[in-house]
């Protein structure tokens, strides 16, 4: 476990952005609630209702945009779950700055490099709005920024806090529910967008490197 952790942290230093501003930071893994979540930190996101995780791979929509797919995946190892928290373009925030209640992030794939992403394509279950993977390192847009508001009276994002991401586009909340694939993502659930606030787009930051926080940021 210990090794692995290493291996994660090894590879957010050698994936940082040498043009946004990051500055190295050590990494370490975190089993503790309320550590804080941070802008660099590679997190797995929980859904509360079903316990699966937010989940992507190199799998394209058969439907609406064909991008990448997202789901939700109920194993709790698998690498494809994991995203790295990033600020949107133009914002000043270094890697390890807390990340505050409003604030608009992005997150990206760390296998794939793509951006959390929506727009007003139908998802192939339930026919709500799409969430896909979308972009690369170089290429993103406002199709990948989510505001982030904590459930509750908490000002600093932490882990296993209830909190919801809202579109900025679309204004859908990143939303799953027990709608499973049969097929190519046999077992794993549909994630999409939807306007309403419900308690099926509640979310939890669970396993995952937290990088340690600047205490000047917060």
């Not at 064909?66 to 995946?73: E, I, L, R, Y």
């Not at 932490?158 to 046999?186: E, F, M, N, P, W």
Request: hydrophobic letters at 30%.
């Amino acid at each position: 476990m210990a090794l692995g952790f290493f291996c994660l942290a090894l590879f957010l230093y050698l994936s940082l952005d040498p043009d946004s501003g990051y500055t190295p930071a050590s990494a370490a893994p975190s089993g503790k609630e309320g550590v804080e979540i941070t802008y660099g930190s590679a997190i797995k996101l929980m859904h509360e209702k079903t316990k699966f995780r937010l989940h992507s791979h190199d799998v394209p929509y058969g439907s609406g945009s064909g991008q990448q797919s997202v789901t939700g995946f109920p194993g709790v190892t698998d690498s494809n779950s994991y995203w790295i928290v990033k600020p949107v373009p133009g914002k000043t925030f270094k890697q390890g700055d807390a990340i505050k209640n409003g604030a608009t992030i992005r997150l990206q794939h760390m296998k794939t490099r793509k951006w959390l992403h929506s727009h007003l394509h139908a998802s192939p279950i339930s026919g709500n709005l799409e969430v896909s993977c979308f972009g690369d390192d170089s290429n993103s847009d406002t199709g990948d920024h989510w505001k982030l508001t904590i459930e509750g009276s908490g000002k600093i994002w932490k882990q296993d806090q209830r909190v919801r991401l809202q579109h900025i586009d679309t204004s859908g909340y990143l939303h799953s529910h027990d709608k499973k694939y049969q097929r190519i993502a046999g077992g794993q659930q549909e994630v999409c967008g939807i306007r309403e606030k419900r308690a099926d787009n509640v979310w939890l930051a669970a396993e995952g490197v937290y990088l340690p926080v600047n205490e000047s940021s917060k």
